[in-house]
């Protein structure tokens, strides 16, 4: 299989699909790479060392996109004013890898549509924890995110932090972040190891944790609704929570140095939240950096591309966060790559698998055909939580310039587990011994027992309901043991519930078909033992129904 | 052939069901699968009874009387009623209750075993249905007693009837001799002087108990419940109410070991032992009054030491759940939670009058279970908190545990809240625990008293943070 790495087109983009490192790794799972000359050369790459590494190095574009089974790069294609689009040499039945934004982006699609190609678009990969090694939006984000301060940084005229000087006494920078997605997180983090004290806002309040966690402060307003959104983004507020909201920025605008705004709510423009009032309250200085700027920015005075300066204040708009850090951005967005064409079967097991839903929904054309947008992921959330998890630390982990809630909840910190210990070994001894002297009693009663008293069928029945019996009390042992205390009013009332499998005798015995004194009683003993079962089941599951985190 | 198929059939449906009673058990060893838990328990019960309904015994086919078929659902009516209805604090009640349920159906299902055709033929039939109606009969009396007493309507107090051991032992001999004369005889008689026998002593064996070793009678009862469905089995030949019974059986037993475990005493102690009353015998000749002076404290106090604090841990006890003031604890929480104060929940393991109690009049208040924490989890950060509130709870924050080997609840863990840099205690009243003992902690320099009704007071202290 060929791989086709091509040099973005766009001015200013130095990123590259696959850095020499991934490259190498690509070679060596069978791949065969085609770089095109000089494709590297914006993020420091020399092709040198992609040659070093295993690749051929093409001449021109064009025989690229024509000879590859599999071509990667970063940005869309772009379609030219003359009418031609860059993907124009690629072959039917060929892949393309990139990111496409395909609803922002419906002609590109339809152009490409034609190519009679699968196409697939890294900024649809689902956000489910497998995906994750595959989340270049997350890559990104973070990326972003971390530049966002370094260029404010770079425009601001002080110090992040505080210092006490022979000349003089220098308070230390407030920064404000608006949306602790990826991108917002990773800002906090840069912010706060440059020493600002940092704050930092979002509609969603389970991203609390994740701000203290990085040492930010968690500004929020005191209206009941949470702006969890679908997938982890965001959703629109209610107006009067953007009131209560806004009153909070403009009381924030006096006091800040730093604005970084990082809020997008998908397939919407960016919503407008730094006004210009806002940016007017300001002290001269200061430094607005917009994120969303490619989405037509969070800040009333953005230019997308630019750093302008408005009533004293730097707005700064560029588009191009990641692009700046092109080396380590190539290097992420390459492993991304190589995961998700590890997940696509690798160079042996290359294909379009439908089952796959990291693929599923990534898919944007399948041989020209439309496969996006794709149907809903099936139920994801849990397991979104779960591996989040452990990626906190490096997450600045970044949604992309979106506000992604990532939602890396702590697990309930195991409350109980340790403290449920094991059965105490005294306890079991005992219940060893106990067991021992039976079955040895029973042994000696076999074995040596009189003739008179023969083995009866009745007897042997016993001895095998007894077995189970004994296994029975040792599996509950085990088991129960591992119930959290919090939960042992509900294990009470469980187990309760379960003990109306007495019914069963009830069930039997009223099932003779006649009606006298033992199917009545019978009977009456079923209807204790169904209201048993029923209260017993459903008193439980209202009580679990209450504990929440 | 279509017998043997059948019988093949519902055996794997018992199979299935006793492995998903399992699944449910362990189910509850987290919150996150504690539901899920719940649902294959429901599962494993419905494909148990709809095995038994279409089985066939001994060649017949099961022919349930309609009667039968109202009772199930009658039955299952006035359950999810039961359910539906009751409020959290009188869980404990509704569990007591539940289980005699356990118990009076075995009973019936061996009178009815019993009472069919022409009797039980054999011996071994006719022990294991003794045995089944003895044990069923201890849980049912024993678990109405428990649940009259923890509704209130009978005195909490232990009632300890002179040479109460004896009578236990002569209860046990009389029985055993029924039993024989039963097994051999097979006189109706008999069984029923058995089932006599029983009844009394579970009433006597559960008066003997004090209101603060309720949690052990409970789960102990439960443990009975569970044996009873196991006996059960054993009449029936069926591995699944064997198996089913077991789980229940052990599961009882561990809880009341763990409650026991954490009274630092022993379970025959608690058993036989009519704790509670024995201690107060000494405590007659040397004065129980209060030794020392108390220090009041008011909610404005109060309020402005908790906004002074950083941390702040609250220790319920068995007085929120009476005054049902869970509701006004969560919202303290939250108001503190909102000043950024690091808020948590101390739970002691006999907190309450079932394991587990207070987690859930917590959880039913919304309390976020993972600022609720355990005796252990919590203890070592006891010394650096800066405000602890007790409500309603007394012999579990005793310091008399630890310091006076002489005092009745000597070596019981205890939450060790005189470490803290305050203690505010709020009680409705100055009078003893349920232990009947005096408690040091309200006499030392760092604690003082909020008296009152445990609701009142919390709201009154919400009142006041709010206006700040």
């Known amino acids: 299989m060929k791989l086709g790495i091509v040099k973005e087109i766009r001015p200013d983009e130095r990123r590259v699909a696959a850095a020499p490192s991934t490259v190498g790794r690509l070679v060596k799972a069978g791949w065969t790479v085609l770089v095109e000359t000089d494709a590297g050369a914006g993020s420091s790459y020399p092709d040198r060392e992609y040659v070093a590494a295993g690749a051929q190095i093409v001449a021109t574009a064009a025989e690229v996109w024509t000879s590859a089974d599999v071509v990667a790069k970063v940005r869309p294609p772009e379609l030219r004013a003359d009418g031609t689009c860059e993907a124009d040499g690629l072959r039917a039945g060929a892949t393309l890898i990139s990111f496409l934004f395909p609803a922002q982006n419906p002609e590109l699609v339809a152009r490409l549509a034609e190519r009679k190609a699968h196409v697939v678009a890294v900024d649809c990969i689902p956000r489910i924890s497998r995906a994750q090694k595959v989340d270049a939006l997350s890559s990104m984000a973070n990326i972003a995110g971390y530049r966002a301060v370094v260029e404010a940084a770079n425009k601001f005229g002080s110090f992040f932090t505080g210092q006490f000087t022979a000349a003089g006494k220098v308070p230390p920078a407030k920064v404000l972040v608006i949306g602790a997605g990826v991108a917002g997180l990773a800002a906090i983090a840069a912010a706060k190891a440059l020493g600002a004290i940092v704050r930092a806002f979002d509609v969603r309040p389970s991203v609390a944790d994740q701000i203290k966690s990085l040492g930010g402060e968690f500004l929020t307003v005191h209206i009941e609704e949470s702006g969890e959104g679908q997938g982890g983004y965001a959703k629109e507020m209610s107006k009067e929570f953007i009131d209560a909201e806004m009153a909070l920025f403009r009381a924030q605008a006096k006091e800040v140095n730093i604005v970084i705004t990082t809020a997008l709510i998908p397939g919407k423009p960016a919503p407008k939240l730094w006004l210009t009032d806002m940016v007017q309250m300001m002290k001269p200085g200061s430094v607005v950096v917009d994120l969303a700027a490619e989405n037509g920015g969070n800040c009333e005075l953005t230019v997308p591309g630019q750093a302008v300066v408005e009533h004293g204040v730097t707005v700064i708009g560029y588009t191009d966060m990641a692009s700046r850090m092109g080396n380590v951005a190539s290097e992420l967005y390459g492993t991304n790559l190589w995961h998700l064409l590890d997940e696509m079967g690798g160079a042996t097991g290359y294909k379009i698998d439908l089952e796959n839903d990291i693929v599923r929904g990534a898919l944007v054309l399948e041989a020209g055909e439309k496969r996006w947008p794709p149907p809903p992921p099936k139920k994801v959330e849990p397991e979104v939580k779960e591996s989040r998890e452990g990626k906190l630390p490096a997450a600045a982990a970044a949604a992309p310039v979106a506000a992604k809630a990532d939602a890396p909840t702590k697990k309930p910190s195991g409350h109980g587990h340790g403290a449920a210990v094991q059965a105490p070994s005294k306890t079991a001894g005992m219940v060893m011994a106990i067991v021992g002297l039976i079955a040895a009693g029973a042994w000696m009663y076999l074995r040596y027992g009189s003739d008179d008293a023969p083995i009866s069928l009745g007897t042997t029945k016993l001895l095998q309901h007894f077995t189970v019996f004994v296994m029975a009390v040792f599996v509950g042992w085990q088991v129960v043991w591992n119930v959290a205390p919090a939960l042992h009013t509900p294990l009470m009332s469980v187990t309760n519930a379960i003990s109306g499998i007495i019914v069963v005798g009830g069930l039997i015995g009223g099932s003779s078909g006649h009606l006298e004194a033992a199917e009545i009683t019978a009977i009456a003993a079923t209807l204790f033992a169904t209201i048993n079962i029923a209260g017993g089941f459903l008193v439980t599951r209202r009580m679990l129904a209450m504990f929440r985190k | ?468």
């Not at chain 2, 220090?295 to 005054?323: F, N, Q, R």
């Not at chain 2, 005796?375 to 005793?398: F, K, Q, R």
């Not at chain 2, 003893?432 to 909020?450: E, Q, W």
Request: charged fraction near 15%; include cysteine; glycine fraction near 10%.
């Open chain 2, 1 to 468: 052939m279509e017998t043997l198929r059948s019988e093949a059939l519902s055996d794997v449906a018992y199979l299935t069901a006793a492995v998903l009673f399992i699944l449910s058990l362990r189910g509850l060893s987290s919150q996150e699968t504690a539901r899920r838990g719940n649902l294959y328990g429901i599962i494993g019960m419905a494909i148990a009874i709809v095995a038994t309904l279409t089985t066939t015994i001994g060649g017949a086919s099961l022919d349930p009387h309609p009667i039968l078929l109202a009772a199930i659902g009658g039955g299952a009516v006035l359950g999810a009623l039961m359910a539906a209805r009751v409020g959290m604090t009188q869980m404990p009640e509704l569990v007591a209750l539940l289980h005699s349920f356990v118990g009076v159906a075995a009973v019936l299902v061996g009178y009815s075993l019993e009472l069919h055709g022409d009797g039980p033929g054999d011996l071994k039939t006719r022990i294991e249905i003794y045995i089944d109606v003895l044990i069923g009969a201890l849980t049912f009396t024993g678990s109405i007693l428990a649940f009259l007493k923890l509704r209130g309507s009978v005195s909490g107090r232990p009632t300890l009837l002179p040479m109460r051991h004896w009578f236990n032992l002569a209860m046990l001999v009389g029985s055993v001799g029924l039993g024989v004369l039963y097994a051999r005889e097979g006189e109706l008689w008999a069984l029923a002087g058995g089932t006599a026998i029983a009844c009394v002593l579970g009433v006597h064996l559960v008066a003997a108990i004090g209101g603060a070793d309720m949690p052990v009678v409970v789960s102990m009862l439960n443990s009975y419940s569970g044996w009873t469905a196991s006996a059960a089995g054993f009449m029936l030949d069926n591995d699944l109410l064997i198996v089913t019974g077991a789980l229940v059986g052990s599961s009882g037993a561990i809880l009341s070991y763990i409650m026991c475990r954490a009274m630092n005493r022993s379970i025959w102690n608690v058993i036989f032992g009519g704790f509670g009353a024995e201690p107060a015998k000494p405590a007659a000749g040397a004065p129980a009054a209060p030794q020392g002076e108390v220090a009041d404290i008011d909610h404005e106090t109060l309020a402005t030491k908790l906004l002074e604090a950083k941390s702040v841990v609250i220790v319920p006890g068995y007085g929120m759940a009476v005054a049902r003031a869970q509701h006004a604890v969560r919202e303290l929480t939250e108001i503190l939670r909102g000043h950024d104060k690091l808020v948590r929940f101390a739970i002691h393991p006999v907190a309450g009058r079932l394991p587990g109690h207070m987690n859930v009049l917590l959880a039913e208040a919304n309390v976020p279970y993972d600022i609720v924490l355990e005796m252990d989890e919590i203890n070592a950060d006891l010394p650096s908190t800066d405000v602890v509130i007790v409500i309603g709870a007394n012999d579990i924050v005793n310091p008399a545990a630890e310091d006076d080997p002489t005092s009745p609840i000597a070596g019981m863990p205890v939450l060790q809240v005189w470490k803290s840099k305050l203690v505010v205690v709020n009680k409705r009243s100055r009078a003893t625990g349920y232990a009947g003992i005096d408690n040091p902690l309200f006499y030392k320099p760092v604690t003082k008293m909020l008296f009152g009704d445990a609701r009142q007071a919390i709201e009154k202290v919400v009142t006041v943070l709010r206006t700040r």
